[in-house]
């Protein structure tokens, strides 16, 4: 997966999850599947959005509002990596399916 670079972003919450993209890059590149990676960043999400939550006592940020910002990315970044993201060649995914193995 790609990432903008973080050269020239000024808002910090784009910077950090920038830095969160290059992490996951950092373990797909080590041979960590992109799943996996997915659903451990969505967990460590979830946990940290819930410790911010309660330690800033953000009573007007709700556990539903939370939900709809992330259903809105997600939609949006699943659009842009359909239209963006070929499909893996025969090749390709014979490398990934003898790499699990």
Do not use: C
Not at 19 to 34: K, Q, S, T, V
Not at 35 to 49: H, K
Not at 57 to 72: G, I
């Amino acid at each position: 997966m790609t990432d903008e670079a973080n050269s020239g972003v000024d808002d910090p919450r784009l910077k950090i999850a920038n830095d969160l993209i290059g992490f996951a890059n950092d373990r797909m590149e080590e041979g960590a599947d992109p799943l996996d990676i997915a659903a451990a960043m969505r967990n460590a999400g979830a946990n940290f959005s819930a410790f911010a939550r309660a330690r800033a006592s953000a009573k007007d940020l709700t556990v539903q509002a939370v939900v709809e910002e992330f259903s809105h990315w997600l939609a949006h970044y699943d659009s842009h990596h359909q239209i963006h993201t070929q499909p893996l060649t025969m090749l390709e995914q014979l490398v990934q399916d003898a790499k699990k193995e």
